[in-house]
């Protein structure tokens, strides 16, 4: 049963998968022990290096939020290097943000496919998607950015007030 979770699994799952389960047996593992893991799960395929800064890189938007990052250590008088996994920091508004922004993104595509794209109501939209992916920005950069109450309430508003669905 678990080998057909595994198949299921992305590339880049199993790997993230992997190195947290040695983790959390207080492991390490080195570039050499990833990438010999890495061909095991891709059959052979001698392509890690390229693959790495995919697994290094914070800002990708997996569901599992998990990315790796060096973990330096001194042992006997060695330095360690090895990768240890991560988790990214997700702002708590940035899911809603992301579906209201495709909601006006439809309303929007829907009032200008009817020729409806003069109307005062049509601009007033368009203001608030650009508010909307402002708001989206400095929450991906910044996990902890504050989004005022009046903000959110004037977001929460645009469903009632301009019928979006």
């Known amino acids: 049963m678990a080998s ?3 198949e299921k699994q992305t590339l880049t799952a199993q790997m993230l998968g992997w190195i947290q389960l040695k983790n959390t047996q207080g492991i390490y593992p080195t570039y050499t022990q990833i990438n010999n893991k890495y061909k095991d799960f ?17 800002q990708t938007e997996r569901t599992c939020r998990r990315f790796i990052v060096k973990h330096k250590r001194r042992i006997d008088g060695k330095n360690l290097v090895g990768y240890e996994v991560k988790y990214r920091q997700v702002h708590t508004h940035l ?25 005062e109501t049509f601009y007033t939209v368009q203001r608030y998607l650009n508010n909307v992916n402002t708001c989206i920005d400095e929450c991906n950069t910044n996990a902890y950015y ?18 979006i669905t």
């Open 4 to 6: 057909q979770h595994n």
């Open 42 to 58: 891709s059959n052979g395929s001698n392509s890690f290096s390229h693959h790495l800064p995919n697994l290094r890189n914070e």
């Open 95 to 119: 899911e809603g943000l992301k579906k209201l922004r495709s909601r006006l993104n439809n309303w929007l595509y829907s009032t200008r496919k009817n020729g409806l794209h003069e109307h």
């Open 146 to 163: 504050h989004v005022s109450r009046p903000t959110l309430k004037s977001f929460n508003n645009m469903y009632n007030t301009y019928n």
